[in-house]
């Protein structure tokens, strides 16, 4: 594996344009999967600025939910921590 690697490193450094050594890096294996990798990094980036927290598309109703789940969530922990210093005043 490390001859594989060391051969295509030496492909590039010999390479006498950009062009030359980009399309010898996707030539390999290692530069298709990193083409795989740039394209569903892309289309991830792409959903989450379009649909993600404050995305252009991003219903608003959404956001309210999250802010009521949020809420009674911190009641919940709220709760919890009363009746918790409650019992440790009793038992003390």
């Known amino acids: 594996m490390f001859e594989k690697f060391s051969s295509w490193l030496q492909s590039v450094v010999e390479s006498k344009s950009l062009d030359e050594a980009i399309t010898n890096f996707i030539s390999t294996k290692y530069g298709q999967y990193a083409l795989i990798f740039i394209f569903f990094m892309f289309i991830i980036t792409y959903l989450r600025v379009l649909f993600g927290p404050k995305g252009f598309f991003r219903e608003k109703q959404w ?22 210093q409650i019992e440790a005043e009793k038992k003390s």
């Open 63 to 84: 956001d309210e939910w999250n802010e009521d789940a949020k809420a009674r969530r911190e009641a919940e922990i709220a709760e919890r921590e009363a009746g918790a």
